[in-house]
């Protein structure tokens, strides 16, 4: 490899330049970097001094920091090559080190990242196979009026109760008082609101108060920036390790449509929301609805693809979800049975792909978690756990 010394000591004044060890004289200032050959290897020269520092800075930045590389000086010697004797020289210079370039790192450079806190989702049966942590970008879609929004409000609410963390949401389709607070009240006491008594539903409604804050826009047009400043408020000052949002389309679009396209957009807001999620150390949730489906789709669960306004939703998002009811009716009465669906799960620690098995008990008011045990699972499918994984076609 072909190399050449610069002395940066004396850059601003003669900038003379060594190869292999000789000193080149009568290069001036002026042009002389121009002049330089194209080599795959400059080693910058300086003492362990600011103004030289600033001038090996100077150096890397015209010559490229790909190719440069820098060694000090021991004070004193003033980067004279004839102070070293014999082979010394050479040797010294063999400690040159790399110009530091941000991005780029070897395996020992990189820091380790700290572990995941991992939140199961409070179905036993469920497991390891979906969980859910702070640092993390969630989306979840299903067509209207299967539930998504009750089904993840008992799991943050379960996720609540087990961790005692916070959580804060951004409730636009769903009232807080009454509909929301009696989805929490029942998940509290596992039964129905109207047979609680007083007390009951006191130390239901304290839970939620200690545990959740709620979002709402004065003018009900929220948008991404009042978005972003409440989502920073909650995490700061009020300690949330949570923010749902539900649903996306309830957000003003506030973009120019000239300068940018929704697709540009939605990704622009989702990479806002994985920026805040790391910064803060928070989990954010969006629910979305998917695009307008026909009537013979809905036969099929929807995915991240299907949500409407961007492919971004499946490729940004570190996981996400589906909630899927196969039928609303189940002759005269009511179907209860729905499917939590994982179809992605960036990394390992968080579950993978898979479809869990959820009925809606009428009589307590909360979703539980299903297992038949009639129904056959593969070794190969069980989860860290133990309990069976059942698998949804097309997801593996």
């Not at 910064?279 to 013979?296: F, G, R």
Request: proline share 6%.
């Amino acid at each position: 490899m072909a190399e050449w010394l610069i002395n940066a000591g004396f850059y601003q004044a003669a900038a003379p330049v060594h190869q292999n060890g000789e000193c080149m004289a009568g290069a001036q200032l002026s042009g002389w970097l121009e002049r330089l050959p194209r080599v795959d290897k400059y080693i910058l020269v300086g003492e362990a001094r600011d103004d030289w520092r600033r001038a090996q800075h100077d150096l890397a930045a015209q010559i490229g920091a790909a190719r440069c590389w820098f060694i000090e000086w021991p004070t004193g010697k003033f980067a004279a090559p004839k102070l070293f004797e014999g082979t010394a020289f050479e040797k010294y210079l063999s400690h040159a080190k790399p110009w530091p370039v941000d991005g780029l790192y070897t395996l020992d450079e990189m820091p380790e990242a700290p572990q995941l806190e991992l939140w199961g989702t409070g179905f036993e049966e469920i497991g390891q196979r979906i969980r859910l942590a702070p640092t993390m970008l969630s989306v979840v879609t299903g067509y209207p009026g299967h539930g998504k929004s009750h089904v993840w409000s008992q799991i943050w609410h379960q996720i609540a109760r087990e961790q005692e963390i916070r959580a804060a949401m951004f409730a636009a389709e769903t009232r807080v008082k009454p509909h929301l607070r009696r989805v929490f009240r029942e998940c509290y006491h596992g039964d129905l609101q109207r047979r609680m008594t007083p007390s009951m539903l006191a130390e239901a409604d304290d839970f939620t108060r200690a545990h959740f804050m709620f979002l709402n826009h004065p003018s009900e047009k929220p948008s991404m920036t009042w978005l972003m400043d409440m989502i920073e408020v909650a995490a700061i000052r009020h300690g949330c390790r949570a923010v749902i949002i539900d649903p996306w389309n309830k957000v003003e679009a506030d973009y120019d449509p000239r300068a940018m396209t929704e697709t540009a957009w939605i990704g622009w807001c989702l990479d806002r929301f994985i920026e805040m999620a790391r910064a803060l150390n928070i989990h954010i949730q969006i629910i979305a609805h998917p695009a307008k489906p026909e009537a013979q789709s809905r036969k099929n669960p929807p995915d991240l693809y299907s949500i409407s306004g961007s492919a971004h939703w499946n490729n940004r998002v570190d996981q996400g979800f589906v909630v899927y009811r196969e039928k609303m009716m189940d002759g005269a009465n009511r179907a209860t049975a729905a499917q939590l669906i994982c179809t992605k799960a960036r990394f390992q620690e968080l579950g993978y792909p898979s479809k869990h098995d959820l009925n809606f008990d009428l009589d307590r008011g909360v979703f539980e978690s299903v297992i038949d045990p009639q129904k056959p699972v593969p070794a190969a499918s069980r989860g860290d756990d133990g309990w069976g994984a059942q698998k949804q076609e097309g997801l593996f």
